[in-house]
Nanobody, 127 residues
């Protein structure tokens, strides 16, 4: 089992920044790819960014490229999502998730491959 806890969400004005963190406990977090997803009201959950177990492969959704940055510190069992130049369209509940297949070489982009999920943190961007 892997337990995930997100933090860092909040209310910010358009153009502002937030840094989300995902803290993991349980199984060896450093072996697994991690993704950040978001879900806005009435919309499907979408992958925002993902990072492979060693950080060697990173994926960003087109909507956040150049504005968001995902990173991980395996020694601290954390993955972060730095969000800059936030837009009202970024408003959503943000979730981190773990793909528990060890040492996958590529960042995991298929939602069906994620095995563990956090409870989510709300991000609201006002115009």
């Amino acid at each position: 089992q892997v337990q995930l806890v997100e933090s860092g969400g909040g209310l910010v004005q358009a153009g502002g920044s937030l840094r989300l963190s995902c803290a993991a406990t349980g199984r060896t977090f450093s072996n697994y790819a991690v993704g950040w997803f978001r879900q806005a009201p009435g919309k499907e959950r979408e992958l925002v960014a993902a990072i492979s177990w060693n950080g060697g492969s990173i994926f960003y959704a087109d909507s956040v490229k150049g504005r968001f940055a995902i990173s991980r510190v395996n020694a601290k069992n954390t993955v972060s999502l730095q969000m800059n130049s936030l837009e009202p369209e970024d408003t959503a509940v943000y979730y981190c998730a773990v793909d528990a297949t060890r040492f996958r070489s590529q960042a995991t982009t298929s939602v069906g491959l994620y095995d563990y999920w956090g409870q989510g943190t709300q991000v609201t961007v006002s115009s």
